[in-house]
């Protein structure tokens, strides 16, 4: 079994994951003939079907906490902070735009529509529209419009899109899950109490903006401290754990390599070497040839 269907399941930075899950699949002998993601996972999927994933890891590299930062088009709007626009334009300007059904690998992104109230499968059209429907996290990236359609982030209905893979007699499903819940490794949690320590401009700015958003009553319980912004986006990260859980119950992946949500924070995309190999290593502790 060579072959494998791909599912990239949301997840923020914790994304990056998929890169080195995808190189040590290719490592590995596996021949990749079809790939769905979700959000981060979308992206990921997106520009390794357009073949520009190379490109993109050392894109990635590169950043530093400041230039994650400047990739923030922040906007004043009750629907999410950041209008995203600047993360593809960057994008774009190294791998063009594509059209999603000029793919040698079938590729698949979803988005949610709030309106309809149901997961939108994008398999055709402009891959950068797809993407940017598909990352839309609510309340902090601001929805796509489309005609009287508003897109948010595929995480809402279906974080880990097992169901949209056209599976084959004698391939494998192969998930990456990055909502896993399991203990960070000891690297992590050393890399994780250095960035606590660490005051850098990055964190400042993105504290600075979610304290501006509301806040409840203040009290001295910890919890009752959480912002509008914290409660929502832990409500929204549960909400995720448990939806991928059922899919993979539903649909029994043959292979399911687990990313700790602890991996890293949603905005830490300047850990890129650190999280694509945290991939690379959870590939090979799920997967025993």
Same mark, same amino acid.
């Given at each position: 079994?060579?072959?494998?269907?791909?599912?990239?399941?949301?997840?923020?930075?914790?994304?990056?994951?998929? %890169?080195?899950?995808?190189? $040590? +699949?290719? *490592?590995?002998?596996?021949?990749?003939?079809?790939?769905?993601?979700?959000?981060?996972?979308?992206?990921?999927?997106?520009?390794?079907?357009?073949?520009?994933?190379?490109?993109?890891?050392?894109?990635?590299? =590169?950043?530093?906490?400041?230039?994650?930062?400047?990739?923030?088009? !922040?906007?004043?709007?009750?629907?999410?902070?950041?209008?995203? $626009?600047?993360?593809?334009?960057?994008?774009?300007?190294?791998?063009?735009?594509?059209?999603?059904?000029?793919?040698?690998?079938?590729?698949?992104?979803?988005?949610?529509?709030?309106?309809?109230?149901?997961?939108?499968?994008?398999?055709?059209?402009?891959? !950068?529209?797809?993407?940017?429907?598909? %990352?839309? %996290?609510?309340?902090? !990236?601001?929805?796509?419009? $489309?005609?009287?359609?508003?897109?948010?982030?595929?995480?809402?209905?279906?974080?880990?899109?097992?169901?949209?893979? =056209?599976?084959?007699?004698?391939?494998?499903?192969?998930?990456?899950?990055?909502?896993?819940?399991?203990?960070?490794?000891?690297?992590?949690?050393? #890399?994780?109490?250095?960035?606590?320590?660490?005051?850098?401009?990055?964190?400042?700015?993105?504290?600075?903006?979610?304290?501006? +958003?509301?806040?409840?009553? @203040?009290?001295?319980?910890?919890?009752? @401290?959480?912002?509008?912004?914290?409660?929502?986006? *832990?409500?929204?990260?549960?909400?995720?754990?448990?939806?991928? /859980?059922?899919?993979?119950?539903?649909?029994?992946?043959? +292979?399911?390599?687990?990313?700790?949500?602890? /991996?890293? #924070?949603?905005?830490?995309?300047?850990?890129?070497?650190?999280?694509?190999?945290?991939?690379?290593?959870?590939?090979?502790?799920?997967?025993?040839?």
């Amino acid at each position: 079994m060579k072959n494998v269907r791909l599912v990239l399941g949301s997840g923020g930075a914790r994304g990056m994951a998929h %890169i080195g899950v995808i190189e $040590e +699949l290719e *490592k590995s002998g596996f021949i990749i003939k079809e790939v769905v993601g979700c959000s981060m996972g979308a992206v990921v999927g997106g520009i390794y079907c357009a073949n520009y994933l190379q490109e993109y890891k050392h894109w990635l590299i =590169k950043l530093s906490r400041l230039d994650v930062f400047r990739l923030l088009d !922040f906007t004043i709007s009750a629907q999410g902070f950041v209008k995203g $626009e600047r993360i593809f334009k960057a994008i774009e300007e190294f791998i063009g735009e594509h059209q999603i059904e000029n793919f040698n690998t079938p590729f698949a992104a979803v988005a949610t529509d709030l309106v309809e109230q149901k997961e939108v499968v994008y398999r055709t059209g402009s891959l !950068f529209k797809a993407l940017r429907a598909s %990352i839309a %996290i609510p309340t902090v !990236f601001t929805p796509v419009r $489309e005609g009287k359609h508003k897109l948010v982030d595929g995480g809402v209905l279906n974080p880990l899109p097992l169901n949209l893979i =056209k599976r084959q007699p004698n391939e494998w499903v192969v998930a990456v899950n990055l909502n896993a819940n399991i203990p960070s490794t000891p690297e992590q949690l050393e #890399g994780a109490e250095l960035e606590r320590k660490e005051q850098t401009a990055y964190l400042k700015m993105i504290d600075a903006i979610r304290s501006s +958003l509301p806040s409840f009553e @203040k009290s001295t319980d910890a919890a009752d @401290k959480l912002s509008l912004f914290d409660l929502l986006n *832990k409500s929204y990260d549960m909400t995720q754990d448990r939806l991928t /859980a059922v899919m993979i119950d539903i649909h029994k992946p043959d +292979l399911v390599v687990n990313i700790s949500r602890d /991996a890293c #924070g949603v905005y830490e995309f300047y850990r890129a070497n650190e999280i694509i190999e945290m991939g690379r290593k959870a590939f090979h502790h799920a997967y025993k040839p």
